[in-house]
């Protein structure tokens, strides 16, 4: 028999009203997501060039900006690119743009909204780490910078030993990280990669069964996110194109906390940065 006070201590925890843990500043993700907890591993999967790691600093960009603190682990990019991609973000400048100073300095108004976006990104709590680390390592920042929020970018570029085989490696590594969300009430996203085996399919949107190198990244992860851009595999042909053109869809294909759904942003590219429909008419 179930204790009453167990079942008293339950029914006041549905009914306290209390805010949401995590506001990734997409208000139908936030829908799905309401129940997310301190402690929770959410994994977003995407093959190359679907926007997993713009994704991920557009979600870290919305919560720096509600004055969370957040650690970033770039094991693929520089400290350096990724802070010109953050200020691609928050200028909503060309990255092209960025990486050529003689075209960027003519035209004053891009000038403006890079020293505004720099003012920004200086007063965000925000701590970046660019160099290939173990999860040792990982656990070591994470307890001294004791952050709300990290990422990790991506899970296999992770340094893991080479004499075990890759799925028991990850299984570990997925282990460890929620276990280090659990003792430092945080909440780590990790992006991955998936098997190259879902482009030999008609229909591209990924599967739970598409994440690369161990089912314990589904396994252990209380939320797994897809990205799908029907733009990027269908020509500009298609009757559909122009349609779908700069959608994507976010693929919530587990969630611990509640509903399975797919939600649609826009991506524009340009400046690698995802938005709520509403919010731009045109590209």
Same mark, same amino acid.
């Given at each position: 028999?179930?204790?009453?006070?167990?079942?008293?201590?339950?029914?006041?925890?549905?009914?306290?009203?209390?805010?949401?843990?995590?506001?990734?500043?997409?208000?139908?993700?936030?829908?799905?997501?309401?129940?997310?907890?301190?402690?929770?591993?959410?994994?977003?999967?995407?093959? @190359?060039?679907?926007?997993?790691?713009?994704?991920?600093?557009?979600?870290?960009?919305?919560?720096?900006?509600?004055?969370?603190?957040?650690?970033?682990?770039?094991?693929?990019?520089?400290?350096?690119?990724?802070?010109?991609?953050?200020?691609?973000?928050?200028?909503?400048?060309?990255?092209?743009?960025?990486?050529?100073?003689?075209?960027?300095?003519?035209?004053?108004?891009?000038?403006?909204?890079?020293?505004?976006?720099?003012?920004?990104?200086?007063?965000?709590?925000?701590?970046?780490?660019?160099?290939?680390?173990?999860?040792?390592?990982? /656990?070591? /920042?994470?307890?001294?910078?004791? @952050?709300?929020?990290?990422?990790?970018?991506?899970?296999?570029?992770?340094?893991? @030993?080479?004499?075990?085989?890759?799925?028991?490696?990850?299984? /570990?590594?997925?282990?460890?990280?929620?276990?280090?969300?659990?003792? $430092? $009430?945080?909440?780590?996203?990790?992006?991955?990669?998936?098997?190259?085996?879902?482009?030999?399919?008609?229909?591209?949107?990924?599967?739970?069964?598409?994440?690369?190198?161990?089912?314990?990244?589904? $396994?252990?992860?209380?939320?797994?996110?897809?990205?799908?851009?029907?733009?990027?595999? $269908?020509?500009?042909?298609?009757?559909?194109?122009?349609?779908?053109?700069?959608?994507?869809?976010?693929?919530?294909?587990?969630?611990?906390?509640?509903?399975?759904?797919?939600?649609?942003?826009?991506?524009?590219?340009?400046?690698?940065?995802?938005?709520? @429909?509403?919010?731009?008419?045109?590209?």
């Amino acid at each position: 028999m179930i204790k009453k006070e167990v079942l008293e201590k339950v029914c006041e925890n549905i009914f306290e009203e209390k805010p949401h843990v995590l506001q990734t500043g997409f208000k139908d993700l936030d829908t799905i997501l309401s129940g997310a907890e301190n402690s929770s591993l959410i994994t977003i999967g995407a093959r @190359p060039a679907m926007g997993k790691s713009s994704f991920a600093t557009n979600i870290m960009l919305n919560l720096l900006e509600q004055n969370k603190k957040c650690l970033f682990f770039s094991l693929e990019l520089s400290e350096g690119l990724l802070i010109k991609r953050l200020l691609c973000q928050v200028g909503e400048v060309d990255y092209h743009l960025l990486q050529m100073p003689n075209e960027i300095s003519k035209r004053e108004k891009n000038v403006e909204k890079i020293m505004k976006a720099i003012d920004k990104l200086s007063k965000y709590d925000l701590t970046i780490y660019d160099e290939h680390f173990n999860i040792e390592d990982i /656990k070591e /920042k994470i307890e001294q910078v004791k @952050p709300e929020f990290v990422f990790i970018d991506y899970l296999q570029l992770l340094d893991v @030993p080479a004499k075990k085989p890759r799925s028991e490696s990850y299984e /570990k590594v997925m282990r460890d990280l929620k276990q280090i969300a659990r003792d $430092n $009430n945080c909440i780590i996203f990790i992006t991955s990669q998936l098997s190259r085996a879902l482009e030999s399919r008609c229909d591209k949107r990924p599967l739970l069964s598409d994440l690369r190198e161990s089912g314990a990244i589904e $396994n252990i992860s209380d939320v797994v996110m897809f990205i799908y851009r029907d733009d990027y595999y $269908n020509s500009c042909s298609d009757e559909d194109y122009a349609i779908n053109k700069g959608t994507a869809e976010i693929i919530v294909a587990k969630n611990k906390y509640g509903t399975m759904a797919t939600i649609r942003l826009l991506f524009r590219s340009s400046i690698m940065k995802f938005l709520e @429909p509403e919010s731009y008419d045109v590209f």
